[in-house]
């Protein structure tokens, strides 16, 4: 509330990644392996719970199925495209979520690092291009490229020896508003601090990375749950924090200090001076992990984590 006194409870939903079994899928299994099936567990039991508002944690996750992407986008939004994908051929194949249901439309943020890349961009991207919800954290990786392998066997068949195998890329993601995500990623919505400079990681850190580029934008409705306004306002309340909330300080002074360390490339070779070196550097790293850095790595990797959170 305006007053700052009301506590909120925020359901954190965390995807590692975007995991179908498709055998199973195959055989209509009915408890197949799907994320978009489990984060629709979790959002059944936050709501249970009676959340305001829940955020789907995408940070270090690479990818993963493609169909798990528009599936999981289709949880939030009525029906419509989802990614356009342009083949070699030229011809572009639009992804829809066809299906009306909604299991979740109360407020909705998905955090993003550097790291989250593919799948996760789609996801993102659609998440913001329908106005759905907000976009929090870092630039994405900027995968925006299908791969397939080719075995060089089958082109020599009498070939005794293992030839190897020879990765191509066939296809590129675009949004539904024609951008592609190749090298640009998703910029969010609310950027915080960072480790990294720009094309430091991600595809743009690539020599080879083909370019940005964009095409026709497909026809979709964006729902009204957020504008600029709405960004505009939490962009002057981080403002704010950024100045006045001490662990958010403290979190930018340590990420400073660690791209400054890594910047300096000499060590001394007195022992005093290596030694003040060694332990000033181990000072900052229990304070990055008292900042909770490593809080869940005890944590399954393997499924979506629900976790409660209260935030002010």
Do not use: C
Not at 57 to 66: A, H, I, K, M, V
Not at 157 to 178: C, D, H, M, S, W
Not at 278 to 300: I, L, V
Request: net charge neutral.
């Amino acid at each position: 509330g305006n007053s700052g006194k009301k506590d909120y409870k925020i359901g954190v939903i965390d995807v590692p990644l975007f995991y179908r079994d498709f055998e199973g899928a195959q055989h209509r299994e009915k408890e197949f392996s799907s994320t978009t099936r489990d984060v629709q567990k979790l959002i059944t039991e936050l709501q249970a719970q009676n959340v305001d508002g829940i955020v789907i944690d995408l940070r270090n996750n690479g990818g993963g199925s493609l169909v798990e992407a528009v599936s999981l986008t289709g949880l939030f939004i009525n029906k419509g495209p989802v990614v356009q994908v342009k083949e070699v051929s030229g011809d572009v194949d639009v992804q829809p979520d066809t299906d009306p249901n909604i299991a979740y439309d109360g407020p909705l943020a998905v955090m993003v690092n550097r790291f989250s890349a593919s799948a996760s961009e789609i996801f993102a991207a659609a998440i913001q291009d329908y106005k759905r919800g907000i976009i929090v954290g870092e630039q994405t990786y900027g995968k925006g490229t299908v791969q397939t392998l080719i075995n060089l066997n089958e082109w020599v068949p009498k070939e005794a020896e293992q030839l190897g195998q020879v990765k191509l890329t066939v296809a590129k993601f675009y949004r539904i508003n024609g951008s592609s995500t190749q090298l640009k990623g998703v910029m969010p919505d609310l950027q915080l601090p960072s480790a990294f400079k720009v094309n430091e990681y991600g595809e743009g850190s690539q020599p080879a990375a083909l370019p940005w580029d964009q095409i026709a934008s497909s026809q979709y409705t964006p729902t009204n749950n957020i504008n600029e306004k709405i960004v505009g306002q939490l962009k002057d309340k981080y403002n704010q924090r950024l100045k006045t909330d001490e662990e958010l300080k403290t979190l930018v002074k340590t990420l400073d200090d660690f791209k400054k360390a890594r910047e300096n490339k000499i060590v001394s070779l007195q022992e005093a001076k290596r030694k003040i070196e060694r332990d000033e550097a181990e000072k900052k790293r229990a304070a990055m992990k008292q900042m909770g850095e490593d809080a869940d790595d005890d944590e399954d990797e393997d499924a979506p984590k629900s976790t409660k959170k209260k935030k002010k």
